[in-house]
């Protein structure tokens, strides 16, 4: 199970974190993505972190704005979003990888948390 | 833009078949192992194919997937009303570093 929180709506070159509480699966046996999807538009692959946290990996379209992290000791995820805009509006979900650093496909997928970037 | 490329839509009448094309290139399909999302509108993205051709458990054998070079295939038979979504390929890009999702296909049942 995966559960998303800290969405909400900010101002553009706001910031906002997200987390994404993990239970049922040993949390730090597997990397973990931020997959997001704007309105009316396809899924976007945003980040993804190694079970160990040695490894990040990011969209261009966020590199150097987003930061993914996760905390093993409490089986959390969280993405750090800064300089935010417009075009970061979106569900934003969490999605379970298949192995400490794999990403060969995502399950399961978190319920998703809503960032609207607006003023 | 997505580096994967799917139809807009497909459509077919209830009990037929619809296939959904997905094609990439040799920096992703061509070396990765491809996957399959359905999305009924206003849900979670659910996983449906992984490793080109696996099934999740759950997942009915009227879903099957299949890849060829640089594209892959999800086909869909005895369509039913219930399987009206939106459908993503993905895969690992290995020149981006990072995953990558089909443009994605509505599939509407007549």
């Known amino acids: 199970q995966l559960l998303e929180s800290g969405g909400g709506l900010v101002q553009p070159g706001g910031s906002l974190r997200l987390s994404c509480a993990a239970s049922?699966?040993?949390?730090?046996?597997?990397?973990i993505n931020w997959v997001r999807q704007g309105p009316g538009k396809g899924l976007e692959w945003v980040s993804g972190?190694?079970?160990?946290?040695?490894?990040?990996y990011y969209a261009e379209s966020v590199k150097g704005r987003f930061t993914i992290s996760r905390d093993n000791s409490k089986d959390t995820l969280y993405l750090q979003m800064d300089s935010l805009r417009a075009d970061d509006t979106a569900v934003y979900y969490c999605?379970?990888?298949?192995?400490?650093?794999?990403?060969?496909?995502?399950?399961?997928w978190g319920q998703g948390t809503l960032v609207t970037v607006s003023s | 833009q997505s580096v994967l490329t799917q139809p807009p839509s497909v459509s077919a009448a209830p009990g037929q078949k619809v296939t959904i094309s997905c094609s990439g290139s040799s920096s992703n399909i061509g070396n990765q192992y491809v996957s399959w999302y359905q999305q009924v509108p206003g849900t979670t993205p659910k996983l449906l194919i992984y490793e080109n051709n696996k099934r999740p458990s759950g997942i009915p054998d009227r879903f099957s997937g299949s890849k060829s070079g640089t594209s892959a295939t999800l086909g869909i038979t005895g369509l039913q009303t219930g399987d009206e979504a939106d459908y993503y390929c993905?895969?690992?890009?290995?020149?981006?570093?990072?995953?990558?999702f089909g443009t994605g296909t509505k599939v509407t049942v007549l």
């Open positions: 049922g699966f040993t949390f730090s046996s597997y990397a």
């Open positions: 993905g895969t690992w890009d290995s020149s981006l570093r990072g995953y990558v």
């Open positions: 972190i190694s079970g160990g946290s040695e490894f990040t």
């Open positions: 999605a379970k990888s298949t192995g400490p650093n794999h990403y060969h496909w995502f399950d399961p």
